[in-house]
Every structure is written in structure tokens, then in C-alpha cells.
């Protein structure tokens, strides 16, 4: 079975066949828009309005116009969406980067408050959003959806898109938002995603108190079993290419390496039914750790470029897709009989995820400003920043398409009213929310936070007090991967030593004194065994790393 | 139709789909052999006789073994080797990393020479394999095989497979040696897809003079209209970068766009039904000469390393690939009543590929030594290096098998008892060649290149006559890419004026005469408009390029 298994993973494999022109003609325009929207995207990059995503967005909405006009509008399918394409090509890079690139110790010194806007707020976002379409939909005339419809629908509008928010900040000079809407947007991901597997994978007609709680240590074994798998993955390669030492010889089976382990990381969590989101994150943070410390100076540059280079393709390979997929026919003739019901669904939708997410963001943001006005600090954060935050969370993208095409066209081709009118309002949605909002968020960034460069100086100088661990890492611009150990000693005598009492130390002193443990922890057992900046075999010849470091820094 | 079709090529793609759970477990089995690949590949490599190809069959071969054992000897196929996988993602990057990391000037020094290996050199193999296995097997008792079938034999064995060689071999002790191996492999693959296309493509029923010079001028328009699109890809490159100077913004931007204009050039070759290899060769030619020149440093050493490690992965993975393909059950089937006569075929394509070899690599060898001879030049180069030519092509690789594939499974699935046989012995002479012959060329090479420092300096010494042009540039060991402006006007001077009346001016001067004009042309035209070295724009602040040279040249 295996074997005949693996020879249709393999014959489905040929994308293109030699005999087979028109797929070349389609591949060779793909391409080309590929370059297109890249070029035209770096024209456009001082633009007030613009970015790359929606570039793509917009240059695929053009194209498919043109090859409907081409096909005499019969063609009901322009380029059918395919969820494993997404799951399996395109995910995997754009998260492993995220991890490998995310600043390690503004990501673990704000871990708590990370988990609680990501995974708690995605939480409250499905909730409202599934009863709010719950409540409202089943007066509306929509066709049959069932219980699980209702839940697929809150966790496909709970993923949000942040690629929008992220291009406009600066990780330099907002860096607390900066990690905060990346980290959200990540771990949101993978809550999403997990969600939404527990939902498909429960029988949902008769939900009782012993289901509720499976469900949630589901969710729990998930979100700890793919964290671990991926750190473990990363830790291998770490080990493997320390012992071995590859770099003496060749950069290329380093990278290689590197490259291959971190879709192994994948491809095992799919495996083992785990969040193969989270696991390769993970791995993507393991690796920036401990791998990327043990390669040589090219392989470094390398890794570093070419990962996000990946990321950066598939990145607007997806925005191009769901551009050219929008226009697909066939979806859009079950709701051409009653337009009005499909624009109030996407509507409906659109309002209930603005609140859903108001939900948690706002209460969230009340709660770190409470905690931090018990130490009568005053920090310009909350009013402007919490707008931010919230507007950053209602893009939605691929991550809500890929759901929406896996609950709704698995029971026949949108044969279902109930199903057609969902895809079409998810299409809507995204489009719109890409579009408008992403199209308003570099100006409205710009008028809530008009001085950056004050707005941190602000808070800055108000570190008077002991919280200097909090308002300080939060805000502070350093490179991180490059200063991870020279900063390291100054930082642990800085750290104060955990107040009770405090809303604020609830929240943090657990981070910082985990944090603390772990940096001894990994000093003393971990650099030596894996490797990482300073734990690195001496190379008789090799330069020091310095001479790389502007290197890597100046793009 | 266009849309129908391109919504096939995307849900071809779908290689994996998340509930197909077995096609998870062969990917992740695939993913985690190469990892074990490169890391025996690296223990191994001080070894005598092992390279990373046979490291990859052999892995691939016991895995197959364990395959059989665990399904019970049932399954037919292992994994199907598809021709467009390898045509499609494999060979595309092989090829052009070939192109971008090939010593330009060596190259086109010699390209005469190269040319004359590659191209005359594989017809002739291909008219000895074709005509001797028509003489020979007709007598045999293997099936119905038509005119069209023995030339496609011919153009199948023609195609050889240097990698082997080429790992062995030192580009800066022997570079003439490896220039010729190298450039010789590329052109004959190159040919021998082209014949082969050639041959699928024409009557060959009724052949008369009119057909004859028609497959001539269809073979000519392919080589020189394949070279000229992979020169204009890869000059748009060049001067798109140029003009939009990405590097201030964004190093990923110039690696996505390189990346993505390489495999367009590809595409854009199967678009217009002309040679891939030959385009995306010629296109990383071209692009290493001017689009490399014009990024910012960290894009290229990222270009740099990262194609040679898509490179080397796709290398590994068609050798695994061919290793596990090679016990397909089906295949033998037919065999497997007279074992004897596959033995005897395979054989006897052995036998005739090692004639045909030897039938233009010793004369082509001799025409050289005595145009040398009548200069009274006393060269070590002949005896030896044209036995090591000869060994250099007599593995085959994947190309013969891709090609076999395509000739003898078109018409049902290797029913035919002859299709059958060719089949299985494609698949023994590729594992034989590459095994034995693989295993031997180490040793054979140290053999007859004992002291390859002293066979250097053997010929530099000789160096005493005009005739400086010819010997130096082909023995000496610079770094091209780096070298190329500032050697230029030194060895301008140098260059003798060509003198008639001699065969090897007969065979060189050309190559001398235009090489001469082209660099004239380049400077004063090609370089100010799509840049290069020395004609990229100044960027303030921007690090001399020195900086950089030494970090590329260390691996």
C-alpha cells in the first residue's frame, strides 16, 4: 500500500508535462507576474497607499479579468485554489522565516503577553464570531449550515493576516508593537489552524462537558507536543552539523541541511497530526539560536537571505493566487440570483470580526495599562498602540481562504446554496479587508503614530523605576540575534527580582523568572552541547565574525 | 481552454494532500534519506572510492530493498520515476548552476574545443550506438523495435553523466582538463535532448535527402535560438536590476528576481518547444557575467551559494531517486522469463557506448596532440588526459534514464516485451556505469594524474613560445568571476596575432579573434548598459567589493 501510495504522491508530482503546452503558457505567465509584481512593487515602495501584497492582490484581480475576457467569460475555473498548495509549499517557508528572523528575546520577554493576545484573543474571537453568526444567520435565508459550519466559520474569520501591519512598522522604531502584532499573528496562526483541525476532527452533534474538556487538552497536546517536535528537530540539526563540522568543506551541504531539516520539521508534525505551523516555527527559532552559530560565514549570509527570500516569493505568490482565484466563476453563480444576501453576509461577517476582535484587544490593552499604572508609570503606549493592535488583526488572507475551501467544498463543488454563498463571502472578505483596510493602514499608522522616534524616547526615559525589565526590553531597538550573548550578563544584573502583589508581576514576573533560569540553563548545558554565538569550534583561519556582522545588518 | 487547463497544472500540484496520511509518511522518508545522504556523503568523503552519487543509489537501492521486504514483494512500484519531475524541477537547477559557476573565460576559450567534444563528438556516439544496436539486435530475440527506436537508443546511450568525474577532478590543478569534462557534459546533454526531441518529432518512416537536412536545420535552430533567448533572459535581468538598483531596499528582492528570471528563461524555452538545458545554461552564463555584478554583496553570496545548494540537493535527489526507481517490479516482469538476453542487451549497449566514446574522443585527442606537435610544444596533456576524457563520459545518468522513459512507456505501460527489455536495460547500464565505472574513477584518476601540480607546471613551463593564448589560459588556475576586469587588458596584450597555415590555429584562432572582438564590444557596449564588473553604479556608503571576494572564494 505504501508503495502504491507513494507512487501517486509521485505521479502527481509532475506539474507539467512535456506534452501538456497550455500548462507551460500558464506556468511561463505566472512566473512573469511573479517578476512583475516584484518590480512594480519596488517601484511603488515609496508610495504612501501601496505595498506588495496588495500589488499582487491587484495585478492578480487584472489578470484574471483579462484571461476571463480571453476565454469569452465560460471558464469556470481561472486557477482553482488548492489548500495542499498553500499547506505545503507556500505555508511552511513564510512561517519557518517568520521564526528564524523574529527577535528571540523580544519574542520570549513578552511571551505571556504574546500567548494571551494570540492564542486567549483568537479564542474570544471564535467564540463571538461563531455565535454572532450563529444568532444572526440562521434567520437569514442561507441554506442548511450545521453546528460544525458555524464553528469552521469563527475559526476561518479568527486567522488574521498581520503581512499588511508588519510591512508599515518599524521593527526599530516600534519595537514592542512590532513583536507584538508579529507574535500574535503567528501563534494566532497556528491557534486557527489547530482550531479549526479539532472542530473537523470532533463529532460535534452532541457536545457535553467530556467533550468540551477532550477538545481543550486536544488543543493543549497540540500546542506543546508541535513546539517541542520543532525545537527538537532544530536542536538535531544544531547537533548534527556541530559534530560534524561541515563548513571546512562545503557551505552548500550546510545550507542544504539546514534547509531540509527545517521542512522535515513540517513534514513530521503533519506526520504525527500535530500543528505543523507551530512546530516549524520553532524550529525556525531553535535554528536562528543554535544552528545558525555553528555554519560558516557565507553559509550564514546565505541561510539568512535565503530563507527570507523564499518567504518573500511565496509570499506574494499567495496575495497573486487568491487575486486570480477570486474571479473564479462557478462559485460566484449561486449567489448571482440574490447579490443582496451575499453582500449582507460578507457585511455581517466583516462587523462581526471587527468586534470579536475589539473584544480581547481592547480589555487586553486595559489590563496592561492598569498593571503598569500601579507603578505610576507613564507610558504614551495604550490609546494609539491598542488601535494598532486592534487594526492589525482585520486583514484577512490566505490562512481564512485555505479553511474556508477545506470546510465548504469537501461535500460536493459548492453544490450547496449554504456552502457557494460562505465561499464567496470569504472571498469578499479578504478581498475587502486586504484591500480597504490594508490601503488605510500605512496612513491611519502614520497619523496614530506620528513620531516614532518620540513615542520610544518617551518611554524611555521614563525607566526611573525598578519595571526597567519591562518597559525597557519591550522598547528597546537592538539587533537581537547579533547581541544575544554580548548584551547577555549586563541584562541578568538589570533584571529586578519579582515583586508579588502586582497585576503587572503576575503577568510578568513569571516570563522573566523563566527567562532567567533559562538563560543559565542554557549556558551551562546548552550552548556547549548544540553550539551558538560564542560555543562555536574554533577554526584555525576563519575570520571572526565581526567582519560578517555589517554585512548581514546593512540589507 | 487556457483556464481549463492551467486549473489542471494547479491541482496537479497538490503533491500531498493533508488526509492522504501514506504519501506524508514517503515524503517524510524521502526528506530524511537525503538529510542521511549529505551527512554519510560528508563522512565519506576522504574516502577512496566513494562519492555523494553513489552514497545517494546505494541509500537509495537498500531503501528500495527494505520497501520490497516490508510491502512482501508485491508492490509493483516503488516510485515512479517521472520524466517531467526531473525535466521540470531537477534538471533546471543542475544546469543552471552549471552555467553561473563556470569559469567564462575557460570556457570560452576553449569553446571550440568544447564544442567539438560535445556536439560532433555525441553524434558520432549516437550514429556508432544507433547503427550498432540495429545490426546486433536485430538478430536478436527481444521484440519489435522500430527505426525510430534504435535512434532514440542511440540518443539515449549518447547522453553521459560527468557528475562522477567532475567531483573527482580539481578545477585549479587541471582546469583544461576540467573545463573540457564540464563543458563537454553540459553540451552533450544538451545535444543529445535536442536529437532526441529531433527524432520524436520527425517522419522517420521514408528518410530521403530533403528529411535529412531538415533534422540538420531543425537541430541548428534549436542550439543557436536556445543560446540567444538565455542571453536576452538573462541580460533583461541584468539590466532591470541595473536600473532599479533593488539593493538599497531589499537583498531579497534582487535573489527572488534573479531566482525567478532563471527559471522563466527555462520555461520561456519550453514555451517556444526549444532546448530548456541549453537556454537556462547560457542564461547563468550570462547572468554571472552581468546581473551578478550589479546586486549588493550579500545577494551574491546568497545567488552564489544558494543555487549550488539547490544544485547539489536536486543531484542528491536523483540519484536516490534513480536507486529506489531501479526495483520497480513490473519493469522485470517481462525480464524475468530469459534473463540471459536483458544481460546480453545490456551488454552490448555497454560495449557500444564505450566504442562510441572512444570513436571521437582519441581522434578528436590525436587532432589536438598534432596541432600542438607542429608548434614543437612538448604537452603531458595527451597521453592520459584523453583517457580520462574517454572514462569521464562513459557513466549514464539520468538523462538516459528520463529519455528511456519517454521512448519506451508511451505506448502502454512497458507491455511490449521490447520496450520492456530496453527499459530494464537502461536501468542496468545506468547502475553498472555509475557504480563500477563510478567507483573506479577515483583511483583511476589518481592513477594517471599522480602528481597533478607537477602536470601543471609541466605545461606552464613550456610557455616559451607565442603560442602563450593556448596553453596558459587552459592550464591556469584563476578564479574567473573574480578576475575578469583585471586581468583583462594584461592578457589583451599578449594575444598573438593568429598565424595561418597550422591545424591548431585552424581550430583556435576563431575562438582568439572573436573572444578579442567581444571583449571590445563588452567594454565599450555591453558593460555600460547592463553593468558588470566595474560598471555598477556607486553606491555611497556601499564596501569595495573586496570585502566580500575573500568571503565567496573560502568555500
Redesign the interface.
Known sequence: ??????????????????S?????????MF??L??GC??I???L?ENRWMNESITALLIGLSTGVV?LL??GGK?S????F????F???LLPPIIFNAGFQVKKKQFFRNFITIIMFGALGTLVSFIIISLGAMAIFKKMDIGSLELGDYLAIGAIFAATDSVCTLQVLNQDETPLLYSLVFGEGVVNDATSVVLFNAIQNFDLTHIDHRIALQFGGNFLYLFFASTLLGAMTGLLSAY?IKK?Y?GR?????E???M???A??SY??A??FYLSGILTVFFCGIVMSHYTWHNV????R??T???F??LS??AEIFLFLYVGMDALDIEKWRFVSDSPGTSVAVSSILLGLLMVGRAAFVFPLSFLMNFSKKSHSEKVTFNQQASIVIWWAGLMRGAVSMALAY?QFTRSGHTQLRGNAIMITSTITVVLFSTMVFGLLTKPLILFLLPHPKHFTSASTVSDTGSPKSFSLPLLEGRQDSEGDLVNHDEETNHRPIARPGSLRMLLNAPTHTVHHYWRKFDDSFMRPVFGGRGFVPFVPGS?TEQ??A???E??
Chains 1, 2 share one sequence.
Open positions: 500500500m505504501l508503495s502504491q501510495l507513494s507512487s501517486l504522491f509521485f505521479s502527481k508530482m509532475n506539474m507539467v508535462s512535456t501538456d503546452h497550455a500548462s507551460v503558457v500558464s506556468m511561463n512566473v512573469a511573479l517578476c516584484i518590480v512593487g519596488h517601484l515602495e484571461i480571453i476565454s471558464s475555473h481561472l486557477l482553482v488548492s489548500e495542499d498548495l499547506f505545503i509549499y548534527v560534524l561541515f568543506h562545503s557551505t552548500d551541504r545550507v542544504a541541511l534547509m531540509l531539516m521542512y522535515l513534514m513530521l503533519e506526520l560558516t560565514e557565507s553559509s549570509v546565505t539568512k537571505h535565503a527570507a527570500t518573500f516569493v477545506n575570520p567582519s560578517t555589517p554585512l548581514i546593512r540589507t
